[in-house]
């Protein structure tokens, strides 16, 4: 699922019932998750946060923007911040299956259906826009409301959309795609603000003042300051690109802190970072003792941590997300002075846009929810789970012969099958709940009115969608356990075999997966009227079952070879 979130900055931090009425629409919109209202008096400013599809948050945007456009008078808003419109600026910031190019046509999307229904003139900043001056939310806000106006009327400064013409309730709004900020503390035994201001000098992208050490001190914030023959400072650059850092102490947690900023987490990752502190902390004769996340944060930055944190170990790396979140949560000491809960602090996992998920129910419910008297869930989402439990158990494998000594040059491998295995796990548990979906889709689709021209032509339309997505779900449960079958081969070959029945249990459950989604095509293609379409997918369904069939049976037949061998 794609997933896009937006933090619009409203202009409106006092009035509880404008708040709720710019939050009423956003909620209202179908696909969308608000995760925070952040509202204050002084600065007379609410950021709101939510996620969802693309086409929802784009909608949410907008609905959001024009009520706020409705609500708010700016020739009569005072606050401490600056701003220069009712919605000052809205970023939308891509999450997971989604570019950012993707995200940056969709800010100018919203951009210019706010300039052309709104008639508020729109500036696009950050990766949106096509001007590097413009790319600066700083830049573009100087002046502020109140030299809106005069910024107008300079050709220099037209908007990307909507009208020069300044307007004088709503002001301007600043659009467009960026990437995703993570706050992050590190925390040290100490209650030494200097330590952690050194400290964060030394990492942060500006970097600080280059200074000669002070043999009596390990903080170069006690050496002196080495300068040009005009007397300027010379500067050095800091460790890490994109990051900005300060120290301070936190009379809450009685300690020190190194408050970091992540402008882009792909360039400088909070792993590299946190390492990098924990040996600066340690020659100034402080110790880091964990971390801290302020807000939320990515489900990637997260496993990539986690990962870092397994290679390392020279661990291997087909184990579970849950466990690769768990090993990141404890090397970072995320749980240091505050309860790290992955429910609530990883962005993909806080949205609930489904609460009930048939993966989230154990084995006992799942089993009596496929024997009840309805339809679904049913063949598909069960051969999606014997795809998912095959996966599983060729993971095991790999890790059981990971951790065998005679099996040590097998480690590397070992270790990517097991990703392999985790990836495919993963893939076909997402596939149980879309089986379903799509099955749901059609009963829907029929339910449709049809009783004049646009609703018959609607309710096909919608019909043709649903009985396609009811062939393309059960069909990418063929591809994948068919992708689950050949790692069952490569196993056969190369693991422990004294787990070779686990193998044998895969192949014939993956196998079995894959059969039965098989059929759920084929039913769902009688429906299907585009000839052309059909019969390439059943020349590739064919070609599927032909090739898996072979790969099963040299998988068996090795098995029983294999037996008879250590017997």
Known sequence: MKLVECVPNFSVGNDDQVIQKIVNSITAIKGVTLLDVDSGVDTNRSVVTFVGDPHAVKEAAFQSIRTASLSIDMSKHKGTHPRMGATDVCPLIPISNITMEECVELSK???????????????????????????????????????????????????????????????????????????YNINLNSKDKRIATDIAFEIREKGRSKRKPNPKSTNLLDG????????????????????????WYVKEYNRVQISINFNNYKISTIHDVFDAVCKL???????????ELVGLIPLEAMLDAGRFYLKKQNASLGVSTNEIIEIAIQSLGLNDIVPFDPKIKIIEYAVNIESDKLVDLDINSFVNEVSQNSPAPGGGSVSALLGSLSASLCSMVASLTYDKKEF?????????????AQILKDELLILIDNDTNAFKAIIEANKLPDSNAKEKENK??????????????????????TKVLNLCFDLCKNSNPNSISDIAVAAESAYAGLKGASMNVLINLRDFDDKKSKLQILKKLDNHLKESSVQHKKIIDNVHSIIKSNG
């Open 109 to 183: 999307s919203l951009g210019k259906r706010v300039g052309d229904e709104l008639d508020i003139p729109i500036f696009l900043y950050e990766m949106s826009s096509a001007k590097p001056s413009r790319s600066n939310l700083s830049v573009i806000r100087s002046g502020e409301y109140e030299g809106l106006s005069k910024k107008l009327s300079d050709p220099k400064w037209k908007p990307d959309y909507g009208p020069s013409t300044f307007n004088k309730k709503s002001g301007a709004t600043v659009i467009g795609a960026r990437n995703f900020l993570i706050a």
């Open 460 to 481: 096909e339309l919608s019909m043709k969608k649903a009985i396609r997505l009811a062939i393309d779900v059960p069909f990418e449960i063929v591809k994948l356990c």
């Open 281 to 291: 902390a340690s020659d100034r004769g402080a110790r880091v003792t964990g971390s």
């Open 408 to 420: 040590f040059d097998s480690k590397p491998e070992m270790s990517k099958t097991g990703e392999k």
């Open 224 to 247: 002196e300051i080495i300068r040009k023959k005009d007397g300027s400072p010379i500067k050095t650059k800091g460790m890490f690109k994109d990051v900005k850092a300060v120290g």
